[in-house]
């Protein structure tokens, strides 16, 4: 993406809040002008103290212009006619001086404020934007990407977006500071002023070639971020096969890299990013110097006053601050584009297409028949499901068997509109899939699958998870017809005990039987069981085994599974090699067509 366009974009998640930004910038303009007064008083005070010089030995009032701004305001005159009034009057601009400082404080608290409460509401809205493009992007998107990529995206790029949108509270103040100082200094001494303005060519130039560096290391940062947390996530979810592969040194060595490479980007751009205060700070000093030397001169000839002299070089030095600031937090914005076109990227996923063609329906009391019309289906290029055809009547129990790598997992996750056939029809009660709003087709079918994914929370609403508007009472009679009430009551809260205090010593069997309960909850006509018992011993298997058959009745279930007596009940068993049925019918009829489920039966191995 174009550096413009990814400003355009930051800026159009920003303008939502443009109210409080200029309210923010009203406040900087307000802080400006009380930076300048005090000036003004500065070198006022001192013009009048030096007409006061040796004032006690004479005995003539003096009188004096105060707040004098040339063609606006005449100022007020002052007339001191002995040596306590001009204590009281210094005692009073001293408590002036003293009072803008505080008004300039609740100004600047204002500005800050408000831009970091803008910060928090982008990284508020964007995060949860992020969420749901996630959640509803198609599964194949996100496989595509490593989940620790994605999770450095949502949290830690967000974040330096928010930082950035908080920063511009300090450009915003050192910008209309450089634009005020600037005006006054220019109404003051036009040929001083352009003196000064001499360096700003080469500091701005200096301020970009620096900012694309560091927005070149910040994206390195941010990669290395990426890896970082895709390998903890790995490490604490993979820790038994590191620990018994004692691969840890392995593992450490390659965190090592990981935080090495991140630490070298981040000192290059802390490099540049700290060269830059003191490389202005030099160039602020000669151009001063220039400054300077012309304000002796003019003093010398009469043409400018001692304390606006003064108050001139205060000026220039408080314009080159500004400018100062300016450099440092365009580091932090070009910190912010980098991170800013990674959050894109995620903003960016596809959303799953919801199906909702014209006069696209919902499945209502649906009876459960399903056919396959010559699918065909490749992942990337590779064909997993090729030219598949079969008819399944409600209530029928199909196995799919064949090889590991076969395409059954694929081919139920074609029924679930999980990806899309690249063509064919799949159709339920005579309706093609593709005609019906996903989440209509999707109620409609219960998944227990080889891992068993339990969510933060109790095991009631584990149970629960999908169907809100079910009891308490429903779901304990899932449970029990999962084979679950039993444990479940074992358990130190029952069914209010949480999974974080349970899922640590819940056994592979217990989890699979929650999984089931939640299946039985859902009620749908059509079900899936993908290696629902693969990952169990035989006696676990056998308790669940009775679980499943009352999962199944009166559902129209495929089921993948790895043992004989499972499958051996099938209505229907289709052998899937290939991609191809390559044979289908009962198990009596197969065993006596000696063909593939022959063999694999002799070697037991279905899955
Ligand atoms: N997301 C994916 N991207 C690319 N290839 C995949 C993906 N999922 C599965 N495959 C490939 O498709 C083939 C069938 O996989 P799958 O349907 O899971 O087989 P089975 O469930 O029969 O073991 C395998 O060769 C597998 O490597
Ligand atoms: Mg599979």
Not at 29 to 35: A, F, I, P, Q
Not at 406 to 424: A, C, E, H, M, R
Not at 488 to 495: L, P, Q
Request: proline share 2%; glycine share 8%; aromatic share 8%.
């Amino acid at each position: 993406m174009i550096k413009n366009q990814i400003y355009r974009r930051l800026l159009s998640y920003i303008s939502p809040y443009n109210g409080s930004i200029v309210i923010a910038m009203a406040c900087a303009l307000v802080v400006s002008v009380c930076e300048l007064a005090r000036i003004q008083i500065f070198a006022d005070t001192l013009n009048a103290l030096k007409s006061l010089e040796g004032y006690q030995q004479s005995e003539q009032p003096v009188v004096f212009q105060l707040f004098v701004i040339k063609g606006f305001f005449d100022g007020y005159e002052i007339t001191f006619t002995n040596v306590s009034t001009a204590i009281r009057f210094f005692l009073g601009l001293l408590g002036g001086v003293i009072g803008l400082v505080f008004i300039k404080g609740i100004f600047v608290f204002w500005s800050d404020f408000l831009m970091e409460r803008v910060g928090n509401k982008v990284s508020l809205y964007v995060r949860n934007e992020l969420y749901g493009k996630i959640i509803n992007a198609p599964i194949k998107v996100i496989t595509e990407h490593h989940s620790g990529d994605v999770m450095t995206r949502v949290t830690e790029d967000v974040r330096i977006l928010q930082q950035a949108v908080a920063s511009t509270a300090s450009i915003m103040r050192a910008g209309i500071n450089v634009i005020i100082f600037l005006s006054a200094m220019l109404y003051k001494n036009i040929q001083m002023t352009v003196l000064s303005l001499i360096i700003l060519p080469l500091i701005a130039y200096l301020i970009s070639r620096i900012g694309a560096q560091v927005r070149k290391s910040s994206t390195e940062i941010q990669e290395r971020s990426s890896d970082i947390y895709t390998q903890l996530k790995e490490t604490l979810s993979g820790i038994n096969i590191i620990k018994s592969f004692t691969a840890e040194n392995v593992e450490i060595e390659r965190f090592k890299s990981s935080t090495t490479k991140q630490y070298n980007s981040a000192i290059r751009r802390a490099r540049f990013a700290s060269l830059l205060p003191p490389v202005i700070d030099w160039l602020a000093a000669i151009g001063s110097a220039f400054v300077f030397a012309l304000g002796c001169w003019q003093v010398i000839n009469g043409n400018l006053d001692i304390g606006w002299f003064a108050g001139y070089i205060l000026m220039v030095g408080l314009m080159y601050k500004p400018i100062k600031t300016i450099g440092g937090v365009n580091t932090v914005l070009q910190q912010s584009v980098a991170s800013a076109e990674r959050v894109f990227l995620v903003a960016d996923f596809d959303e799953e297409q919801s199906h909702t063609i014209q006069g696209s329906d919902e499945l209502i009391n649906v009876n459960g028949s399903v056919e396959f019309q010559n699918v065909t289906f490749s992942y990337d290029s590779n064909v997993v499901i090729n030219d598949v055809s079969f008819i399944v009547e409600p209530g029928e129990v199909i196995a799919l068997v064949g090889h590991s790598g076969s395409g059954k997992t694929t081919l139920v996750n074609l029924l679930q509109g999980f990806y899309t056939p690249d063509s064919g029809q799949i159709m339920i009660d005579r309706t093609p899939i593709n005609q019906v709003p996903l989440q209509s087709l999707r109620q409609n079918i219960a998944l227990v699958s080889q891992d068993t994914i339990l969510f933060d929370g109790t095991v009631l609403e584990n149970i629960q998870y999908g169907s809100n508007k079910s009891t308490r009472s429903d779901v304990m009679n899932a449970a029990i017809k999962a084979n679950a009430d039993t444990f479940i009551k074992k358990m130190s809260n029952g069914y209010d005990t949480t999974i974080g205090e349970a899922g640590g010593y819940l056994s592979g069997g217990e989890k699979q039987r929650i999984s089931i309960a939640r299946a039985i909850l859902k009620d749908a006509p059509i079900l899936v069981l993908d290696e629902a018992t693969s990952s169990l011993d035989t006696q676990s298997e056998a308790i669940i085994q009775e679980s499943l058959s009352n999962l199944m009745e009166g559902r129209t279930s495929f089921v993948i599974a790895h043992r004989l007596t499972t499958v051996m009940g099938a209505d229907k068993i289709m052998v899937i090699s290939d991609g191809k049925i390559a044979e289908s019918g009962t198990h009596d009829s197969l065993i006596a067509n000696r063909g593939i489920y022959s063999k694999l039966c002799e070697q037991q191995i279905f899955a």
